[in-house]
Nanobody, 122 residues
Framework: QVQLVESGGGLVQVGGPLRLSCAAS????????MCWYRQAPGKQRELFAD???????NYANTLKGQFTISTANAKNMVYLQMNSLKPEDTAVYYC????????????????WGKGTLVTVSS
């Protein structure tokens, strides 16, 4: 099994920065993609940033330039630097990864963290 633990959430003032971290541990042979999702109150969970093992990144158009996803692959970590936060960024932020667990198993497994709450206060 694979475990994901997010950290770094909390209360932040409008315009402030916050950095989230996600640590993956367990049976990981390789990581294909690491993603960040968020779920605002009353809304569906949405994918807004991902990074592949080669370092290619993708962002939701509305968040380009405001959020930055990065990894420390050797440590199985993914980060999210959030700047210029707005009240509408208030949400639970989830880490998601797609991994291969062994060299002999081509299956790609999908895992989720439990989420970390980010509250942007005005």
């Amino acid at each position: 099994q694979v475990q994901l633990v997010e950290s770094g959430g909390g209360l932040v003032q409008v315009g402030g920065p916050l950095r989230l971290s996600c640590a993956a541990s367990g049976s990981i042979f390789s990581i294909d993609v690491m993603c960040w999702y968020r779920q605002a109150p009353g809304k569906q969970r949405e994918l807004f940033a991902d990074i592949t093992s080669s370092g290619r990144t993708n962002y939701a158009n509305t968040l380009k330039g405001q959020f930055t996803i990065s990894t420390a692959n050797a440590k199985n970590m993914v980060y999210l630097q959030m700047n210029s936060l707005k009240p509408e960024d208030t949400a639970v932020y989830y880490c998601n990864i797609m991994v291969r667990r062994t060299s002999s198993d081509a299956t790609v497994y999908n895992y989720w963290g439990k989420g970390t709450l980010v509250t942007v206060s005005s």
